[in-house]
């Protein structure tokens, strides 16, 4: 029995090992395509011995490089995409015979260190021979069960729910068929809607007419006029105006030609609409250097009058004057079909909780739903006869945080690969003595200040890699830290005009700036409250992780080891599709090795994995993560101080000119020239592109839910409620309702048109002399609530998203519930700190 189960052991072990080989291509298989696309692959992908012989074939073809494969050392399931070292434990059973050449009759541990990148170009066949005779490494283990049973992978797009059965299969796909069909049927059905234009001239002293040609199919008419006209917030600093209503002319019943009719044909003429005042500026020459605007206004003529008109008893005329001293020039469009903002606030609504049942549930990818809820908004919009062209669709999308996003990413991809996140975070670990809390302090504090001074987008897209290698090396779960770090980020936004969105926004209002908001008392009235909200959000973090266990994984350190290598080779092979035969060629490679880990994985479930502390020295985390590449990290210093520089400069648009969009884009074609770089599809590879077409979708949207009047709805609501209350309380329920609206409405839309629509309010309660509401407060209350609250919700702020998808990318998935759970308390104690602070500071103090 002895020597019969001692055979079946030995053959175990010789086909553990013919399948170890089955993973390397034959020599003659690797192409020059095949290597093109091995090219692109992560350099940490690519080094692994399980493509040595692509490895081998590039340095026949093409000579060594600075990328060797590793050596004898090294373990074949070495897949982390920041090429990162760690402790592979094995636990040997001596009750169970594994079969697979271990010591399993001395029930030894043995922890072997597995690295990278060692310079031995024939490292990978070694290891290969070795793999089954030393048998300590985890995922080299093919013996026992794990051989005869095919371990069935996750999806390669990571879904969740895709293993909870048919019916919920089922549900979702028919659900979401249901959902296009109704789109795609509005969208085949609808024209895109065009208006045409007619250029005008308003005379001085005089009126100027027009006559609807066709009768309007509802009671309501929406005017456009373009032309050198003035906010409605700046009002009060003319007296000149363009006077608009519409009148409905009673004509002779043989009059034909409407469009022509002589002052003898009209019977009677009936105002039946008030009059719509367009300021315009004080001095005629003023208009001649005034950008143009367009003014919209919908009239409603009542359904006694539309039936009139439809009838044929009387038809619209359009009645324009003017009190300037001169003509006034004029684009003039109507629009007989005007949005109704009443039943599109219900659409609206509908389509916004429709997405964040998708994400929130995970249903489907954010990236996904988000296209999803984008395209059914322009859907409902065909469907009320307001479908955009395809021109204003991309108008919609903000180009410059995209080329912002995609010009930091390809900089971080760079970056990457000198090493210095790796050196940086062994740095931090040194400062803090490895002591958890003071280095997550350290780090969320830098970030927070960083973020005053940076737009808090490009801080977190530095900041993300170096808080994963650091939590890596201290070997804690980067999800909560990461959290803790973009909370900060917000936080840390908020102080400076310059540090968020929607403080830009605010900081940039013409009337805002008049009235005494510059840099300096923006930064001086956030202050107090920043400094406050940092210090009550330490708290909240520290009692939401009490423990230093809530910051560490729950599974052992060796398991979770794997599951990451997994993730990051399914994220490899999900990258190539299966277009060519060389494609095909690499990615079946790459199925195979997380084939392989996946059995290590389950082996090491089905027998059990026993943590062990390793508490390594500050010299080995030196000799670990050096820097790798100095010449590029030299060259990439000097293009991150160049687009630093101008980041900074930015604020002062006198001495630079350039966009944050195009600095960002700039510094990354800089970068690319001083790298030198060959495969440049690699660094392409490495960019978020979910994430960037994430936002498109979400700006698309968020434009569409504005077209339909949800942002409108909101400010109105707001504005009705401050002016229902008594004067004595108008100021504290003003910022009570300003702060508290835009902080909700910011965690579940985004929260630039939001901003961009409560600035209006503002403004509007600032300058009604009957409220005789001061402006700063408001202004103080709008930028407190619309950055505070980005940290609600995963998609609340810019900088939550970009966080997740790189760390996505990394291996580390956090889901919209996650997030939920730590964000959305901290956003509610923030407020609550600046709801006390502003009550105490403008209403009890008037500080202002």
Known sequence: ??????????????????????????????????????????????????LASFRQEHERLHGPDDDPLPNED?????????????????????????????????????????????????AGNKHQQNGEKHGHNATMDHGGEGDEHEVTMHSMHGHPHQQHGKVFSTVKISALLVVWLIFTGFLMSKNEKELEPRQMSIPEGRI???????????????????????????????????????????????????TNIQDHDVKHVENVTDAWLVPVPAYPDQMDRMDEITRKHVFDIGTASHRKVANGKAVIRVHMSSNVEADVPVKFTYDSTPIDKETGVIYAAIVLLGLYVLIIWEIVNRTFAAMIASTLAIGVLAAMDERPSMPKLISWIDVETLLLLFGMMIMVAILSETGIFDFLAVYAYQVTNGRVWPLINCLCIFTAVLSSFLDNVTTVL?????????????????????????????????????????????????????????????????????????????????????????????????????????????????????????????????????????????????????????????????????????????????????????????S????????????????????????????????????????????????????????????????????????????ESRLAVAILLILWVSAFASAFVDNIPLTTMMVKIAIGLAENEA??????????????????????????????????????????????????????????????????????????????
Not at 113 to 122: D, E, I, M
């Open 74 to 122: 090294c373990s074949a399931d070495d897949g982390d995409d920041n090429s990162k070292e760690f402790i592979t434990i094995k636990v040997t059973n001596p009750s169970q015979n594994g079969g697979d050449g271990t010591d399993s009759a001395s029930g030894k541990l043995t922890a072997t260190t597995t690295a990278t990148a060692t310079p031995s170009p024939r």
């Open 771 to 848: 409220l005789d509401l001061p402006l700063k407060p408001l202004v103080w209350a709008l930028a407190l609530g619309a950055c505070l609250g980005g940290n609600g919700t995963l998609i609340g702020a810019s900088a939550n998203v970009v966080c997740a998808g790189v760390a996505e990318q990394h291996g580390y998935r956090f889901t919209f519930i996650e997030y939920f759970k730590v964000g959305f308390p901290v956003m509610v104690g923030s407020v609550i700190v600046s709801t006390v602070y502003l009550l105490f500071a403008h209403v009890v103090f008037t500080w202002h």
């Open 652 to 727: 002062a648009p006198d001495i630079q000119k350039l966009s944050l969009g195009w600095t960002a884009l700039l510094g990354a074609v800089l970068l690319l020239i001083l790298a030198d770089r060959e495969d440049i599809e690699s660094v392409i590879a490495r960019v978020e592109w979910s994430t960037l077409l994430f936002f498109a979708a979400l700006f698309i949207l968020m434009e569409a839910l504005a077209e339909l009047g949800l942002i409108e709805w909101i400010g109105k609501q707001t504005e009705n409620v401050i002016l229902s209350v008594s004067e």
């Open 462 to 650: 530095l900041m993300t890699p170096v808080t994963i290698r650091l939590c890596e090396v201290m070997e804690l779960n980067p999800v909560p830290v990461l959290m803790s770090m973009v909370i900060y980020s917000n936080v840390g936004g908020t102080l400076t005009p310059v540090g968020d969105p929607p403080n830009v926004i605010i900081a940039s209002n013409s009337y805002i700036s008049k009235n005494g908001v510059n840099f300096a008392t923006f930064t001086l009235h956030m202050a107090i409250p920043i400094a406050i909200v940092m210090v009550t959000t330490y708290f909240q973090l520290r009692m939401k992780f009490k423990t230093i266990s809530d910051l560490r994984f729950s599974e052992p350190q060796d398991v979770q080891e794997i599951r990451h290598e997994i993730a990051v080779w399914q994220r490899a092979a999900a990258s190539l599709s299966s277009y060519s035969k060389d494609e095909d060629l690499v990615r079946e490679t790459l199925l195979k090795k997380v084939n392989k880990l996946s059995r290590s994985l389950k082996k090491k479930l089905v027998s059990g994995s026993v943590p062990v502390e390793y508490k390594a020295t500050l010299e080995e985390l030196k000799n670990k993560y050096p820097i790798r590449n100095k010449v590029l990290l030299v060259k990439s210093a000097v293009t991150l101080a160049f687009v630093i520089t101008f980041f900074f400069l930015h």
């Open 1 to 50: 029995m002895k020597v019969k189960a001692t055979g079946k052991r030995i053959l175990r072990r010789r086909k553990s090992s013919k399948k170890s080989l089955e993973i390397y291509p034959a020599p003659n298989q690797v192409t020059e395509a095949s290597l093109e696309i091995w090219r692109t692959l992560p350099a940490a992908i690519r080094q692994d011995p399980s």
């Open 208 to 258: 100027r007419t027009y006559i609807l040609p066709d009768s309007p199919p509802g009671s309501r008419v929406g005017i456009y006029l373009k032309g050198a006209f003035l906010n409605d917030q700046q009002h009060n600093m003319t007296s000149n105006y363009v006077s608009v209503n519409l009148q409905l002319l009673y004509t002779n019943s043989n009059t034909s030609n409407l």
